[in-house]
Structures are given as structure tokens and as C-alpha cells.
């Protein structure tokens, strides 16, 4: 089992500045990938970005290309999502997963339990 707890998030202005960190813990020899997603209420869940935990080709979503960086640190079995110039839109519960599946909002090995994101105009 892997167990994934985020931390960072807040309330925050717009146009600040929020970095989530995920620590993974358990079998984290199992880990090869990393993501953040997140849900807004009354909407679907969404991929921001996933990390391969070599480090290559990061994915973002285009709400967020330019804005956000994910990036991972293997000593400390860490992911961050560096978000700047939030907006409004990026309000929402942010999970971390770890093995997401390719292209899919749902489905991965596991989860963690969400931290709260909120930007106030």
C-alpha cells in the first residue's frame, strides 16, 4: 500500500501564489508516476498535471500550462505543484494520485485526500 498526504493549500488573492506538496509513504518502490487533480464543486474531476518520477515529460493541463510546475523529489518521495498567477477558476479540491492512468480523471493506485485550493478576486 502507498498512502499519499497533500499539503499547502489555502486561501489565497488573485494573482498569488500556492505551492501543494503530496509526501508518499508505504511501498513507494512501486510509484512510477505522480499526479495532481482537481474538482471544483458541481463540476468533474480534472488532471493539472502528472510527472513521471524519472522526471521526464511532464503533462499540463491547458487551464494551467505556463502558470503551474509540477515537479517531484525522489529522496524525499515528494511531488509539488508550484501554482502561480492563480485565478478564481483554479478554486477546488486539489488530489494527489500516484500511477494515474494515461488520460483518465478517475482512475489510478491510489489517492490522497485532497487539500483545499481557494482564490479570491
Known amino acids: 500500500q502507498v498512502q499519499l498526504v497533500e499539503s499547502g493549500g489555502g486561501l489565497v488573492q488573485v494573482g498569488e501564489s500556492l505551492r501543494l506538496s503530496c509526501a508518499a509513504s508505504?511501498?513507494?518502490?512501486?510509484?512510477?508516476?505522480m499526479g495532481w487533480f482537481r474538482q471544483a464543486p458541481g463540476k468533474e474531476r480534472e488532471i493539472v498535471a502528472t510527472?513521471?518520477?524519472?522526471?521526464?515529460?511532464?503533462y499540463y493541463a491547458d487551464s494551467v500550462k505556463g502558470r503551474f510546475t509540477i515537479s517531484r523529489d525522489n529522496a524525499k518521495n515528494t511531488v509539488y505543484l508550484q501554482m502561480n498567477s492563480l485565478k478564481p477558476e483554479d478554486t477546488a479540491v486539489y488530489y494527489c494520485?500516484?500511477?494515474?492512468?494515461?488520460?483518465?480523471?478517475?482512475?489510478?493506485?491510489?489517492w490522497g485526500q485532497g487539500t483545499q485550493v481557494a482564490v479570491s478576486s
Open positions: 494520485a500516484a500511477n494515474p492512468v494515461l488520460r483518465s480523471r478517475y482512475e489510478a493506485d491510489y
Open positions: 508505504g511501498r513507494t518502490f512501486s510509484i512510477y508516476a
Open positions: 510527472i513521471w518520477m524519472t522526471g521526464v515529460n511532464p
